[in-house]
């Protein structure tokens, strides 16, 4: 590129420009609207006065709204992220408690009110491993343990599953989960 005193030019690499005050082979030094003088090689410059002219208003046949509408369409969706604690959080819940299960509990005894606990604990637990659904909590309350104690003793005769107490800051102490092993080979 050929440079003469005079030329208004720019620099490649930084936000330099200026008019050319001095040639001398491949220097180039030229003076910014600043008063500052700076010196460059010919490569690192560009002539403005050989660059066509540019008319910012002209955007063809397209308005503003239309090449507005589509950089938008091409900005991609965010994708929701998901948090570790609401992925790892279970999707199914049954709770044990008593006034859940039945209207009333007038006539019925200690020792069927926690059958049909656990009588609901089973199904419940039968019907995730059908479905293949992973997790399950079961929501039994404190108490004085009874629950929880049939509860872990009818759990334990599962081969494809553990259980462990829930999240304590979503459940407190009452409630159990249970993560079931779906590939687990009889």
């Known amino acids: 590129m050929m ?12 936000a330099i420009t ?3 005050i001095s040639v001398d082979g491949t220097i180039i030094t030229i003076v ?5 003088e700076f010196e460059f090689q010919a490569n690192e410059l560009i002539n403005l006065e050989d660059a066509p002219a540019v008319n910012i208003g002209s955007l063809g046949d397209k308005s503003i709204e239309e090449i507005t509408k589509e950089k938008e369409s091409k900005k991609r969706k965010p994708i929701p992220a998901v948090k570790p604690k609401e992925r790892l ?3 199914f819940e049954v709770d044990l408690h008593i006034h859940n299960l039945t209207d009333s509990t007038r006539g019925m005894t200690n020792f069927e009110m926690l059958n049909l606990q656990l009588d609901t604990a089973r199904g419940q637990l039968e019907f995730a491993i059908r479905k293949r659904i992973p997790k399950l909590v079961f929501i ?5 343990g ?15 599953i553990t259980f462990y107490d829930a999240d304590f800051k979503t459940y407190g102490l009452g409630a159990t989960e249970v993560r079931i092993f779906q590939n687990v080979e009889p």
Do not use: A, C, W
Request: charged share 35%.
């Open 3 to 14: 440079f003469k005193k005079g030329d208004r030019v720019e620099t490649i690499d930084d």
């Open 18 to 20: 200026g008019k050319v």
């Open 32 to 36: 910014d609207v600043d008063g500052f």
């Open 89 to 91: 959080k279970p999707m």
């Open 140 to 144: 039994h309350g404190v108490g004085e």
């Open 146 to 160: 009874v629950l929880r104690q049939e509860l872990d003793t009818l759990l334990s005769r599962y081969n494809n």
